[in-house]
Nanobody, 122 residues
Framework: VQLVESGGGLVQAGGSLRLSCAAS????????MGWFRQAPGKEREFVSG???????TYTDSVKDRFTISRDNAKNTVYLQLNSLKPEDTAVYYC?????????????????WGKGTLVTVSS
């Protein structure tokens, strides 16, 4: 599975962005998809995920601000980022897992994109 993220950029605090992740190479609908991020000097962390059956999960810091969705017809997963804060600045990575265990871990994801940079200015 190949994953390509897009949609990152520079935005002011309070602004919005929509990230996209286009998948190819296998049956997209069978995969659980996740978004992770890595800020400068920090470890990669889970942001949001959507299982192959549509169950959505968010880390607490982005609940009510970010929305994940998937379009199986387009082999694409999206992450809508609203009310952005400077602490959301990071490289955002899309990842895919063949099996959904109910949780999202870096080790549990089988495929990764190269990431897209989101920079939020204060």
């Amino acid at each position: 599975v190949q994953l390509v993220e897009s949609g990152g950029g520079l935005v002011q605090a309070g602004g919005s962005l929509r990230l996209s992740c286009a998948a190819s190479g296998d049956t997209f609908s069978r995969y659980t998809m996740g978004w992770f991020r890595q800020a400068p000097g920090k470890e990669r962390e889970f942001v949001s995920g959507v299982s192959w059956i549509g169950t959505k999960t968010y880390t607490d810091s982005v609940k009510d601000r970010f929305t994940i969705s998937r379009d199986n017809a387009k082999n694409t997963v999206y992450l809508q980022l609203n009310s952005l804060k400077p602490e959301d600045t990071a490289v955002y990575y899309c990842a895919a897992a063949r099996y959904y265990s109910g949780t999202y871990s870096i080790q549990g994801m089988n495929y990764w994109g190269k990431g897209t940079l989101v920079t939020v200015s204060s």
